[in-house]
T-cell receptor, first 110, second 110 residues
Framework: NAGVTQTPKFRVLKTGQSMTLLCAQD?????MYWYRQDPGMGLRLIHY???????AKGEVPDGYNVSRLKKQNFLLGLESAAPSQTSVYFC?????????FGPGTRLTVT | GEDVEQSLFLSVREGDSSVINCTYT??????LYWYKQEPGAGLQLLTY?????DMKQDQRLTVLLNKKDKHLSLRIADTQTGDSAIYFC??????????FGPGTRLSVLP
């Protein structure tokens, strides 16, 4: 049982490039989340999903897209990266009461 | 809207007790959580309390909830250097999304 995994762990992009972050969970959870963490701001919700084939916007969705084609995977896409998207990205999945986090992806946009 | 606030820094001496405080605004919160984040890692769930409880104790951790004042605290007894980390308070809104505070960086001095 690997829990929540994220790939890649680190990435450097140039402004305007695109990329996809992958989150996978093997706990059969319905709910999955993408957050970004910036210093002094805690975690802010980007997008979330309440089940396969569904997605919804969180607090800071602009500049990101997501897809949940399979229950175990939640993908976060950046179509045209901007320096303001430099951050640490965390994926999470949850049971009814508990949220489990991945180890994070550190993204730098130059 | 929902908001969770915490002080950003706390320093204690090894062996002393640490008390990390949190205030939240949404009275419909059902669960309140404490997460720990060590450097370079994701968030690890420490404990959580249901909103109809006043206190929960788990080994060195004691959570106190004052629902009237919307105040949550985490007490760590006999604080050790391994407790140095960032501690996040979070509330669960309508059983769906989580709102996180900015995190309190706990430094344990020898």
């Amino acid at each position: 049982n690997a829990g929540v995994t994220q790939t890649p762990k680190f990435r450097v992009l140039k402004t305007g490039q695109s990329m996809t972050l992958l989150c996978a969970q093997d706990m059969n959870h319905e709910y999955m989340y993408w957050y970004r963490q910036d210093p002094g701001m805690g975690l802010r919700l980007i997008h979330y999903s309440v089940g396969e084939g569904t997605t919804a916007k969180g607090e800071v969705p602009d500049g990101y897209n997501v897809s949940r084609l399979k229950k175990q995977n939640f993908l976060l896409g950046l179509e045209s990266a901007a320096p303001s998207q430099t951050s640490v990205y965390f994926c999470a999945s949850r049971t009814q009461n508990e949220q489990y986090f991945g180890p994070g992806t550190r993204l730098t946009v130059t | 809207g929902e908001d969770v606030e915490q002080s950003l820094f706390l320093s204690v001496r090894e062996g002393d007790s640490s008390v990390i405080n949190c205030t939240y605004t949404d009275s419909s919160s059902t669960y309140l959580y404490w997460y720990k984040q060590e450097p370079g890692a994701g968030l690890q769930l420490l404990t959580y309390i249901f909103s109809n409880m006043d206190m929960k104790q788990d080994q060195r951790l004691t959570v106190l909830l004052n629902k009237k004042d919307k105040h949550l605290s985490l007490r760590i007894a006999d604080t050790q250097t391994g407790d140095s980390a960032i501690y996040f308070c979070a509330e669960s809104i309508h059983g769906q999304n989580f709102v996180f505070g900015p995190g309190t960086r706990l430094s344990v001095l020898p």
